[in-house]
């Protein structure tokens, strides 16, 4: 249900992107200390997990243990492009923070740019706290720019530590707060079919970021905020509007192998098209099951004939989340994943 997540473990990466995610964009857990560079987050308004949806989730492990390695990412150069355009979007109530650093996370954030979000960072637990006071965890040199709740919060058993502050200190860490999202002046973060997230030549994202380490695997000329400076590291590879319309079939095309579409529409509510092409005739199943394996619908279980085939499925029993539907025919098996939004 993540974009990305890290279960233990310090593999480095460089040049992701999260686009139109369901639950979190980021997620570290269980000791992961890997270093990241030049990440992307975007977040359509609609699409948001019952969870709670965040740019950063980060835990420790579920408990919130000083087991070691204790989960202490290094991150440069991320923009995390929250729902809200304006303050005023209307956008899905399960949307939450940019950051939720919790359960003793020791994160290591630098040159981060966060747009558009209904809360900017929230410190959650006395071990991520004493790391952050200790030091051993922080966000260095970075920008929030639009927050229509709160910048930062922390939750209240943490005594007298005042995030706010904490964050906008010259003599730690030089963030910067700014009101709206439009603050930021970035091209066109928020089109979700073409984002454009390289700051205008007046944004306060091109100055005041830190120089990332020189180790071999950092590029220590990023010293600006957030995941761009005057490249779009995203062109020519990147694809942020799939065709994912079905078109006529051509009936004279002789049908060579199974195959399993993508349905439409998706994301759903409540129901959804999935069409599959037999080369021969078969015995059929098609299945529907949940994130964690239990078959939730089964829609063919007979024997079909050669062709295109289309079935609707109706989920209007069903809560939102991720579903996986599996073709089985012949010897064949395929599976694809699908959003019920409601």
């Known amino acids: 249900d993540d974009s990305f997540e890290w279960f233990g473990g310090n593999v480095n990466c460089k040049y992701l992107i999260a686009h139109r995610g369901w639950d979190d964009d980021f997620d570290t857990d269980f000791g992961y200390s890997g270093k990241l560079q030049f990440l992307l987050g975007v977040r359509d308004p609609e699409i948001a997990d019952v969870s709670g949806s965040h740019g950063f989730e980060s835990d420790n492990d579920g408990s919130g243990s000083s087991n070691q390695p204790l989960t ?13 355009a304006t303050n005023q979007t209307v956008i899905n109530s399960n949307f939450r923070r940019a950051m939720h650093l919790r359960r003793n996370s020791q ?101 005041g970021g830190a120089t990332p380490p020189n180790d071999g695997f950092f590029d220590a000329t990023a010293t600006y905020v957030g995941a761009f400076g005057s490249v779009n590291w995203t062109a020519g590879w990147s694809n942020f509007s799939p065709v994912t319309s079905i078109g006529d079939d051509n009936s004279a095309e002789v049908i060579t192998s199974y195959a399993l579409g993508q349905n439409y529409p998706n994301p759903f509510n409540p129901s959804t098209n999935i069409r599959f092409t037999l080369p021969e005739s078969a015995n059929v199943k098609l299945s529907v099951f949940n994130t964690l394996g239990e078959k939730v619908a089964e829609l063919v279980n007979s024997t079909m004939d050669a062709g295109v085939h289309e079935v609707n499925f109706n989920a209007a029993g069903l809560s939102s989340g991720l579903y996986i539907y599996r073709l089985e025919a012949g010897n064949v098996v395929l599976s694809r994943k699908m959003n019920l939004l409601k």
């Open 107 to 207: 994160n290591k954030i630098n040159n981060t740019l966060m747009v558009g979000w209904p809360v900017g960072v929230l410190f959650d637990g006395t071990g991520t706290i004493n790391g952050v006071v200790n030091g051993t965890c922080y966000i260095k040199n970075s920008i929030l720019a639009g927050y229509r709740d709160k910048s930062l919060d922390t939750t209240r058993s943490n005594g007298t530590f005042d995030p706010i502050t904490w964050f906008q200190s010259g003599a730690n860490n030089n963030g910067r707060i700014f009101t709206t999202s439009a603050d930021a002046q970035l091209n066109d973060a928020f089109n979700l079919n073409s984002p454009n997230a390289l700051p205008g030549v007046n944004s306060p994202a091109l100055t």
């Open 72 to 84: 202490s990412p290094e991150w440069w150069n991320v923009t995390l492009i929250g729902p809200l």
